[in-house]
């Protein structure tokens, strides 16, 4: 029996809206507990005006409620790499800090799963309390038990319960700080904060109509936010005073609630308008509302170490051939060439154009000689899975009427590099091989 069920036997489902036209209530609610959270890879930018790659070693981690398994893929492709067989209808997902285990409750059958992202296996089954429906991680794991109005708390080196603490009716959302856990509890219209040294209720906030989502911004501020999903509004908590500073009116059916690393913006999921709320946390108001999927849900944001990948090294030349400028790229890692990789030919930040190296790793771009003799010229390796990102620039300068380089080669193989080489632009010049 899933935790929902246990909820509907307890006469509450009379009590909540339901939405005309489409999803019933209790479908909305299931589905915000079936989780999402994602993994991404820690990456260096060289410059604000580097357009974005998609990130190596980054991963989302779904819960499939029905199937009873957890899909993991690979947000560099967008396909999934493996799925997981955990416990009877997995809903929420956390992983901890530092990237290497996963966390998922089974509400079907009152445990929690650990999946080691290594090998992407089950490595402990932990009985929790009823109906487990949020999870966050912490300096231990902390679970929302919503048949049981209770808290479980995980040690994760031991992988037991060390401590059940009791809140209010239907908790779900779970968020944490390093000393607090906030914990949504939905049919109290309230929040608990938890000490995590005493493992005790110190306060319960008020908030909207029927709490489910709640995300901490742990840097720049300490306030909490709080998706009230009858009151279609987000409540913001100030950590320090426990109590709510502001409320932000959002889309229909606010759900899952995300902060973003810098705590600058937060996302806020409206399962029944099908879109994102953007709050700008500094005046807390809505700045965009993002039409997405059908029944969007919550969503989690945390880092994985990068793979290790091999540094790879890049040589530009320019040459002058028949009132044009040839650039040569050569690709090398360990001082073999690499060939089939995307080389990117800029100037002063404008695309050239791109061209794939061959197999003596050299990649060509030949653009019309300007007016100026003096330029930069930069070559671009955007880094894959194996192979570091690396970069290098030409300045030339003129000399009795012709171009000569005076070659630089810059290899940044040790961090990676926002930037993802694209196909020349219509009206650009375009890529050749010379032979």
């Not at 209010?168 to 608990?192: I, K, R």
């Not at 008020?206 to 998706?227: D, E, K, S």
């Not at 050239?352 to 007016?371: I, K, M, W, Y």
Request: a negative charge.
């Amino acid at each position: 029996m899933s935790g929902i069920a246990v909820a509907g036997t307890r006469g509450q489902c009379e009590t909540r809206r339901s939405r005309g036209g489409g999803a019933s209530w209790w479908t909305l609610l299931r589905a915000w507990v079936t989780g999402l959270t994602v993994l991404a890879g820690m990456v260096v930018p060289l410059a604000a005006a580097t357009p974005a790659a998609a990130q190596d070693n980054t991963f989302a981690y779904v819960t499939n409620d029905s199937s009873g398994t957890v899909s993991v893929i690979d947000t560099a492709t967008n396909t999934v790499t493996a799925t997981i067989p955990v416990g009877t209808a997995p809903q929420g997902v956390a992983l901890t800090p530092d990237g290497t285990r996963v966390y998922v409750t089974n509400s079907g059958s009152d445990t929690v799963s650990v999946i080691d992202t290594s090998t992407n296996t089950v490595t402990a089954t932990v009985p929790v309390g009823v109906g487990p429906r949020g999870v966050a991680v912490g300096g231990s794991v902390y679970v929302t038990n919503a048949g049981s109005d209770t808290v479980s708390v995980i040690d994760t080196s031991s992988n037991t319960v060390t401590a059940t603490i009791p809140v209010g009716d239907f908790p779900q959302g779970v968020g944490v700080s390093p000393d607090t856990v906030y914990v949504t509890n939905s049919n109290s219209d309230t929040v608990s904060v938890i000490d995590t040294s005493t493992n005790t209720v110190t306060a319960t906030i008020p908030v909207g109509g029927f709490p489910l989502g709640v995300a901490v911004a742990l840097v720049g501020g300490a306030n909490v936010y709080v998706t009230n999903s009858n009151s279609d509004t987000v409540s913001v908590i100030d950590s320090a005073t426990n109590t709510v500073t502001a409320t932000v009116p959002v889309g229909d059916l606010p759900q899952g609630v995300a902060v973003t690393p810098d705590t600058s913006r937060v996302y806020v999921t409206n399962a029944a308008s099908d879109t994102v709320s953007v709050i700008d946390t500094s005046t807390n108001t809505v700045t965009a509302t993002i039409p997405v999927g059908d029944l969007p849900v919550g969503v989690a944001v945390g880092s994985v170490p990068l793979t290790s990948q091999t540094p790879t090294t890049l040589t530009l030349k320019v040459e002058e051939r028949r009132g044009h400028v040839v650039l040569k790229a050569t690709l090398t890692a360990g001082g073999q060439p690499l060939e089939g990789k995307a080389i990117e030919f800029t100037t002063d930040s404008t695309s050239l154009c791109t061209d794939t190296t061959d197999s003596r790793g050299q990649a060509t771009c030949e653009v019309p000689r300007g007016q100026d003799n003096k330029a930069c010229y930069t070559a671009t390796f955007a880094g894959d899975d194996t192979h570091g990102p690396s970069t290098a620039t030409v300045h030339t300068e003129a000399d009795h009427g012709g171009p000569h380089p005076s070659t630089k080669a810059i290899d940044h193989s040790s961090i990676h590099v926002l930037t993802q080489a694209t196909a020349a632009s219509p009206g650009l010049p375009t890529a050749r091989h010379g032979r």
